[in-house]
């Protein structure tokens, strides 16, 4: 079992950044795939960006150029930087923790995200 513990979520400016952390629990933390999605009130959960073991990431259309992530394996942590933060961000953000041969996915409990217009 991984434990996954998302922070760093609040309330910020259109215009302004957060950066939202993912901490995960395991002793061989460089070896999980790791994402963030996003959720609002009545909608799906979709996909914000993701990061493999091996560094490569991916990240939905809406996001690219303002956001970023990266990953600390020291630290078993994975980060989100949100720059140029729109009203449309706001949600609440999970962490979901893949790991290989198929087991998972874990998901936290997520982090709210609310950006003021």
């Known amino acids: 079992q991984v434990q996954v513990v998302e922070s760093g979520g609040g309330l910020v400016q259109t215009g302004g950044s957060l950066r939202l952390s993912c901490a995960a629990s395991?002793?061989?933390?460089?070896?999980?795939?790791v994402g963030w999605y996003r959720q609002t009130p009545g909608k799906q959960r979709d996909m914000v960006a993701t990061?493999?073991?091996?560094?490569?990431?991916n990240f939905a259309d809406s996001v690219k150029v303002r956001f970023t992530i990266s990953r600390d394996n020291a630290k078993n942590t994975v980060y989100l930087q949100m720059n140029n933060l729109k009203p449309e961000d706001t949600a609440v953000y999970y962490c979901?923790?893949?790991?290989?041969?198929?087991?998972?996915?874990?998901w936290g409990k997520g982090t709210l995200v609310t950006v003021s217009s």
């Open positions: 979901r923790v893949d790991l290989p041969s198929g087991r998972g996915p874990y």
């Open positions: 395991g002793t061989i933390f460089s070896i999980y795939a």
């Open positions: 990061i493999a073991s091996s560094g490569r990431t």
